[in-house]
């Protein structure tokens, strides 16, 4: 149950950035948007790192650093820039669905990756975010 809970604070807290970055984006390029988006996570991580468990830190196995630097690399640069970029040319409502694509590519690695089962369910969800997303993007309003 935590686990759903969290997974809708995520959403709403995308949900919200989403509306935060196009009113931002109004007055400054995406560049750097996504530079002084990535600044304030970080103080603001590190904070609440520090306050947390500041010995947590620096206690970690290295044979996950390089996994969480191209996670965080993918994520948090890449992914906040052309996140912040598609906000820019076509608005929240019709990116952020879009950008709901990433459960079906997530799915379709973990199914390729990690030998993940495809259910009933799970195709019935993915087959959905499919068609939402072919309505948003031939939707010429």
Excluded: C
Excluded at 29 to 39: D, E, M, P, R
Excluded at 40 to 46: K, P, Y
Excluded at 80 to 89: D, M, Q
Aim: glycine content about 6%; overall charge neutral.
């Amino acid at each position: 149950m935590i686990g759903i809970l969290f997974a809708l604070i995520a959403a709403t807290a995308w949900a919200v950035s989403a509306i935060v970055a196009r009113i931002g984006l109004q007055h400054i390029g995406t560049l750097n948007a996504t530079f002084f988006s990535l600044i304030s996570s970080f103080i603001v991580l590190t904070i609440v790192s520090l306050a947390i468990d500041p010995r947590a830190i620096f206690a970690f196995p290295i044979i996950a650093i390089p996994w969480f630097i191209a996670n965080g690399t993918l994520n948090f640069v890449f992914g906040r820039l052309f996140n912040y970029s598609s906000i820019n040319y076509l608005g929240v409502a019709r990116a952020t669905p879009i950008m709901a694509i990433a459960p079906l590519i997530s799915t379709g690695l973990a199914v390729a990756f990690f030998d993940e089962k495809i259910t009933p369910l799970l195709l019935v969800g993915t087959t959905s975010i499919i068609v939402g997303i072919i309505a948003i993007a031939t939707d010429n309003s």
